[in-house]
């Protein structure tokens, strides 16, 4: 990356996270003068990962590439090589591994059914029987694949998760769960898959190459400042923060990430594993040195303990929490961002979204090009 550069600049992005790279990219291809800042000490927002003992730890949770858009899996390629990783999770209830996501493996586990029709009619005689679109997630989840799946890998588990029970969450939160009648632990269908093989970090240092990036800035505390620079300003932040939260502060999922390093090649023999019973205050368990399997192993491993926290200004923000209270407070923002002058916002928090990474990217692929910024996808 460059020194700071003098300006004036054309556009000045804030965040170094997934949207706002790619767009910082695209816009200094295409001859625009640009700056990144980030609050963060660090690039890549919640993709960051850092190197430890030859193992590549996710800080932020893990982050699998996943993708069939043809146009934004030649752009990505530009900047990382992928390996062939598979995210094939596993649950554990009750004492029970069961396999993820919901397949003939898991049938089989709970029901020893071992047909696609044996397997139907078990769920097909503990469905919820709708006829309207489901109301909430557990109605969605209980229509979809009956009680016993609901309570053994859905119930504690998003509980959990988004510190609130199922019937408080909107259908569309499982509706991104595949349920497949075919012996296949494959989490996505996308016919791309994979992660980089020097860590997502070293993909967006490629990404910022050449371009004038400063972390440990915080954009808010001297937006008058930024403003006066005459830029056009992609925002990428939280969109609440941006109007000072004069609307109501949004709501997202909070997690606390505790590593513990083992003296031995392999442990939970598995890159992630659910813990899908209330008693059990973590959600998950990551055995990062699984998403990046090699031929000279490291003779250590790190696990990180994944757990849900309660939600606070102060914590990082994960995934927003779009219940109809929050999505109410979220158009009320929408409507006042589409009266700013010289502001493009786009990302997870901007938009108040969730968002998988090929989904960010393929956003900011449009907007450049609804801007009349060309995209070079050459590999």
């Not at 190197?51 to 590439?65: D, L, N």
């Not at 649950?91 to 397997?119: H, I, K, V």
């Not at 992630?272 to 491993?301: G, L």
């Not at 923002?333 to 700013?340: T, V």
Request: net charge negative; aromatic share 12%.
């Amino acid at each position: 990356m460059t020194a700071a550069a003098s300006y004036p600049y054309d556009f000045l992005i804030v965040g170094a996270g997934l949207f706002g790279s790619c767009f910082a990219r695209i816009a200094t291809d295409n001859g625009h003068r640009v700056k990144v800042i980030d609050r963060r000490p660090h690039i890549a927002g919640n993709c960051y990962t850092e190197e430890k003992e030859r193992i590549h730890i996710h800080r932020y949770g893990p982050h699998i590439f996943h993708t069939s858009n043809e146009a934004v899996w030649a752009f990505i390629n530009r900047f990382a090589t992928f390996n062939n990783f598979v995210n094939s999770p596993l649950a554990l209830s009750r004492g029970q591994l069961l396999s993820l996501p919901f397949n003939m493996n898991t049938f089989y586990q709970l029901w020893q059914t071992r047909t696609p029709d044996e397997a139907r009619a078990r769920i097909e005689e503990q469905r919820l029987q709708l006829d309207r679109p489901a109301a909430n997630l557990e109605e969605q989840a209980l229509s979809l694949v009956g009680h016993d799946i609901y309570e053994r890998l859905i119930l504690g588990y998003t509980q959990k998760q988004w510190q609130k029970h199922p019937r408080d969450l909107p259908a569309e939160i499982i509706r991104r769960l595949p349920v497949r009648f075919t012996y296949d632990n494959n989490y996505f269908n996308d016919r791309y898959q994979g992660i980089p093989v020097d860590g997502y970090t070293q993909v967006f240092n490629r990404l910022l190459e050449g371009i004038d990036v400063q972390v440990g800035v915080d954009y808010h505390e001297s937006r008058e400042y930024w403003e006066s620079q005459g830029a056009q300003i992609v925002y990428t932040g939280k969109i609440d923060e941006l109007f000072g939260y004069s609307q109501g502060e949004l709501e997202y999922r909070a997690l606390k990430f505790e590593d513990t390093w083992h003296q031995q090649r392999n442990v939970q023999g598995n890159a992630v594993i659910n813990y899908c019973d209330a008693d059990v205050p973590w959600t998950r368990m990551i055995e990062h040195k699984h998403f990046s399997p090699q031929a000279d192993d490291p003779d250590c491993s790190v696990l990180t303990k994944e757990t849900p926290m309660a939600w606070s200004r102060t914590e990082t923000p994960y995934y927003p929490v779009n219940n109809d209270a929050n999505m109410a407070i979220y158009k009320a923002y929408a409507e006042q961002a589409g009266r700013l002058d010289r502001y493009i916002l786009g990302g997870r928090l901007a938009e108040y979204k969730y968002y998988d990474m090929h989904a960010v990217i393929g956003s900011a692929l449009l907007r450049c090009q609804s801007m009349g910024l060309a995209v070079d996808d050459r590999r």
